[in-house]
């Protein structure tokens, strides 16, 4: 189907989908890029392509102008090819696990993810002011990890309780406080990463089993929590 129109309804509706209270009401998030769509289309959740080419798909396909490919993008430099996705529902909670209080940046978000899938940590469990999942930010730096692991949306003072009765340990980090990440158990660990500023809740570091950090040079006080997250899970993965 071919749309001309920069005011086509579908059109609209497509650009609202860069709004999160939109996301979150239709329950549809956009990605970009041939990339991106091929991951989402392999995860199963393409509802609709849109396109400046001649695609081939077996979903409803939209060929549209430049102009309408500019309104629907996030990036200055719209790419010829878009998917309109289906939220991913979330899975039951295996292997170790990552939880995000209130981490703010997309950028972070994006590699966190990466670093995720690629060191086997199954889930993360992100609290409820924690940056969204389906920001085209964290969609982008997560380069379609998105799609490669089972993310929770949830109160973290509620879920830290349930995954002590599924016998997790949960540990947050403390430069201080914290033992070394190369001298404590390895397996049904749950890991609290704080926000980039003020790092962990006090009330979410209340229920913290224990604490660990990373050994560093005296000279450098802490680590930007993307790469924090990524040597921590690294480390475990790597016992």
């Not at 991951?39 to 509802?47: L, R, S």
């Not at 950028?107 to 999942?133: E, H, K």
């Not at 730096?141 to 998105?146: N, T, V």
Request: hydrophobic share 40%; charged share 25%; net charge neutral.
């Amino acid at each position: 189907m071919k749309i001309s129109s920069i005011n086509n309804e579908k059109v609209i509706y497509w650009a609202k989908l860069k709004m999160k209270k939109y996301r979150d009401i239709e329950h549809l998030f956009i990605v970009e890029s041939h990339h991106l769509v091929e991951e989402a289309i392999k995860k199963g959740i393409v509802q609709e392509i849109i396109t400046t080419e001649d695609y081939i798909s077996d979903f409803p396909t939209y060929n549209v102008t430049p102009e309408i490919m500019k309104r629907i993008s996030s990036l200055i430099s719209p790419p010829s090819l878009m998917a309109v996705c289906k939220y991913m529902a979330p899975c039951d909670i295996t292997g170790n696990v990552l939880l995000l209080d209130r981490v703010q940046d997309p950028g972070n978000l994006g590699t966190i993810i990466r670093s995720a899938v690629a060191f086997n940590f199954q889930t993360i469990i992100a609290s409820s002011d924690t940056v969204d999942f389906y920001n085209d930010k964290v969609i982008r730096s997560s380069e379609g990890m998105l799609f490669n692991i089972n993310f929770i949306r949830a109160n973290l003072l509620e879920m830290i309780p349930i995954l002590k009765e599924k016998k997790y340990y949960v540990l947050g980090t403390d430069v201080i406080k914290g033992v070394d990440i190369r001298k404590v158990k390895k397996e049904n660990i749950a890991i609290v990463i704080g926000n980039e500023g003020q790092g962990m809740s006090f009330e979410v570091r209340n229920k913290c089993d224990g604490f660990i950090n990373i050994p560093m040079n005296n000279n450098c006080e802490s680590l930007n929590a993307a790469v924090a997250s990524s040597i921590i899970m690294y480390e475990v993965f790597h016992e």
